[in-house]
């Protein structure tokens, strides 16, 4: 296995599109990145560009100690996994498995040896006389990660592999994928639309939008830290509540309004977060997330709000209370954008929302909660849980 490297990569295709500007990754050896964004942000230029599938325009790319700029593909010593699985349909299982190894002239009894190792590893023994096209798809599927780890490559690039499967098989395929990813060792870099795959498997997850990636981290620290307004909203679901909100000095302490609310800002968390002083008086963006907004129940903790129940969704394990304050939404070129990778609706629903001054919260409550809808309630917010941004510029404000 080896390290990737790729340094100011660019692409700009024949037509002019820019794809991939500057990119800058290193994937060590052994570990998982993934690439996440909306669609159409160069996730998948970015790995055929590994891959030796499309040119670069500029920049360099390592595997390994070689740079591959001008490499071909098939010297390259990478396997990729596709969404649609592209296996031979008039081959069998162990023929299609055994494909590479063959054109590499490796002898018959060690191409069954190693067909037969690895088909056990992905529990596809018992599949390997059959024809693709009598397999399910998650079997397929395992039947092409079988065909990329048996030729031992460099590193793994897979682009989407789960998102044909049904969401049961993708959850299973997906532990699994991380399995073998920890028991081979291997490189891995993983092309996905989909934040909680994205967050499961990646050690690093670089979070991509219109070419650039926006903030490359383990998953608990952009989770727990997201460096913008896009990320923020784009990493977890539901999403962050943000709204926009003011800093005032009240005495010594800093206190928070917003959605006419005001809450006190917690002396400790005030005093961990010196740049909030240059925002006093000004206006900024506040995020919490759910699970941060929890029923206050006597707690005694003052960062509280009331609430009206205009929603309940039952999990089964936990519940989701929607609710509306009265703010508009923040909308920026930022929260625009990942509205409209989810839906048309998403982006009409913004505009509603922003027409009418009132932003619908999510709070993420315990199933045993008695919270109806209808009734009134107090949220309890932690104050551990604020994030603070830039309106203007969509940064985070941080010490
Ligand atoms: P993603 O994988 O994140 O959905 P892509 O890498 O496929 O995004 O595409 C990035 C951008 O490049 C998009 O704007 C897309 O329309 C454009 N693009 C992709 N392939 C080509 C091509 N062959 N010629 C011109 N533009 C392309």
Redesign the pocket.
């Known amino acids: 296995m080896a390290e990737i490297d790729l340094e100011a990569v660019t ?1 700009v ?8 500007s500057d990119l800058n990754l290193k994937l060590e050896d052994g570990s998982v990145l993934v ?1 996440v ?12 560009m590994i891959a030796g599938l ?1 040119e670069i325009t500029s920049g360099t790319i390592r595997i390994g100690d070689r740079v591959v700029n001008d490499v071909e593909p098939g010297e390259r010593d990478v396997a990729m996994v596709f969404q649609n699985y592209a296996l031979y349909p008039h081959m069998s299982v162990h023929d299609n498995m055994a494909f590479a190894l063959k054109l590499r002239k490796v002898d018959r009894d060690e191409r069954d040896r190693r067909v037969r190792e690895v088909a056990s590893s992905l529990s596809i023994a018992e599949l390997l006389k059959k024809k693709p096209r009598h397999l399910s798809g998650g079997q397929r599927q395992r039947v092409a990660m079988g065909r990329a780890i048996i030729r031992r490559p460099q590193a793994f690039l897979m ?2 592999p789960l998102s044909n499967l049904d969401a049961k098989l993708r959850l299973q395929t997906r532990s699994q994928i991380a399995r073998l990813q920890r028991e081979l060792g291997v490189t891995m870099l993983y ?1 996905t ?1 989909d934040q909680t795959e994205a967050l499961t498997l990646g050690d690093q997850v670089a979070v ?1 939008s ?2 650039v990636v926006r903030q490359i981290d383990p998953p608990e620290r952009l989770y727990g830290r997201p460096e913008d307004l896009f990320v923020a909203s784009f990493i977890g679901s539901p999403p962050m509540n943000l709204v926009g909100a003011r800093v005032s000095r009240e005495g010594g302490s800093l206190q928070l309004s917003f959605a006419g609310f005001t809450v006190p800002i917690d002396p400790e968390l005030a005093a961990g977060q010196p740049a909030l002083a240059r925002y006093v008086d000004r206006e900024l963006v506040l995020g919490v997330r759910p699970e941060d907004l929890g029923e206050a129940n006597g707690d005694a903790r003052r960062t509280r709000i009331p609430a009206v129940v205009e929603l309940r969704e039952s999990l089964g394990s936990e519940i989701y209370v929607h609710f509306d304050v009265e703010a508009p939404p923040v909308v920026t070129s930022q929260t625009r954008e990942v509205a409209a990778d989810l839906s048309d609706e998403a982006v009409e629903e913004l505009e509603r929302q922003a027409a009418s001054r009132t932003t619908t919260f999510v709070a993420r409550l315990d199933a045993r909660s008695a919270a109806r809808e209808g009734d009134r309630i107090e949220l309890a917010i932690d104050p551990r849980g604020l994030h603070f941004f830039d309106p203007d510029s969509g940064r985070r404000i941080e010490s």
């Open positions: 692409k295709y024949e037509d002019g599109t820019e794809a991939v690439l964004g909306p669609s159409g942000c160069g996730k998948s230029t970015a790995l055929k499309e682009d989407e092309v639309h991509m219109r070419g």
